[in-house]
């Protein structure tokens, strides 16, 4: 069974404080990995898809990198309106019957930016 | 773009009735939507998977009777929750992919139900 871990559950940062989340994962064959930022009562927001180990990939503040086992969310000089809940999720490659695309989630990291 | 759009955004109901929630994909052709559900504090986990015109794909645990999936365009699912129970109050949240292989999947913002 694929599973997801991030850590850490919850994050406090002061404004321009770098710091990094977690995303721990144990899949047969990965596809893909995923990160989503979540606002309370919203729907996932997409980020990035990492496919392979050493990928790296940028947006704004963000910088997401992938590990055979983990990848990590790197968030630089963040601003308040960084803070959000941050969703790794993880797509195996296809496996007969069922879904064969479905995204298994993570907890999230809720990240809390103080200015 | 890639939108997705729910409504409604947040219902309340009371026990034994039916709801209906509309996802739908406002600037792309989905083939295949998600249905997930999202308990406070807690992951999001898939309820089922829908290709346009085919039968939805529940995941173990999940009552096809009772949580009914209709796909029956390219940018439009409905989710029909049966009878709803107060156990059934949740927040649920589709999403739509372009494709069937599901490389990348936009989500809508949602909709909270409330059942009492």
């Known amino acids: 069974e694929d599973q997801v871990t991030q850590s850490p559950e919850a994050l406090r940062l002061q404004e321009g404080e770098s710091s990094s989340l977690n995303c721990s994962y144990t899949?047969?064959?990965?596809?893909?990995l995923f990160w989503y930022r979540q606002d309370p009562g919203k729907g996932p927001e997409f980020l990035f898809t990492?496919?392979?180990a050493g990928e790296e990939k940028e947006k704004e503040r963000l910088k997401a990198t992938l590990t055979k086992k983990e990848s990590f969310l790197h968030i630089t000089a963040p601003k308040p309106e960084d803070s959000a809940t941050y969703l790794c999720?993880?797509?195996?490659?296809?496996?007969?019957?069922?879904?064969?695309?479905?995204?298994?989630f993570g907890k999230g990291t809720l990240l809390t930016v103080n200015p | 773009g890639a939108v997705v759009s729910q409504h409604p955004s947040w219902v309340i109901c009371k026990s034994g009735t039916s709801v209906k929630i509309e996802c739908r994909s406002l600037?792309?052709?989905?083939?295949?939507m998600f249905w997930y559900r999202q308990f406070p504090k807690q992951s999001l986990m898939l309820m089922a998977t829908?290709?346009?015109?085919?039968?939805?794909?529940?995941e173990q645990g999940v009552e096809k009777d009772k949580f009914l999936i209709n796909h029956a365009s390219l940018t439009l699912s409905t989710l029909t929750v049966t009878s709803a129970h107060p156990e059934d109050s949740s927040f649920y949240i589709c999403?739509?992919?372009?494709?069937?292989?599901?490389?990348?999947?936009?989500f809508g913002p949602g909709t909270r139900l409330l059942v009492l």
């Open positions: 999403s739509a992919s372009r494709t069937r292989s599901a490389e990348t999947q936009y």
């Open positions: 899949v047969s064959g990965l596809r893909g």
């Open positions: 990492l496919y392979s």
């Open positions: 999720a993880v797509q195996a490659r296809g496996r007969s019957g069922g879904s064969n695309y479905k995204l298994t």
């Open positions: 600037d792309f052709q989905a083939t295949t």
């Open positions: 829908s290709n346009e015109g085919s039968k939805a794909t529940y």
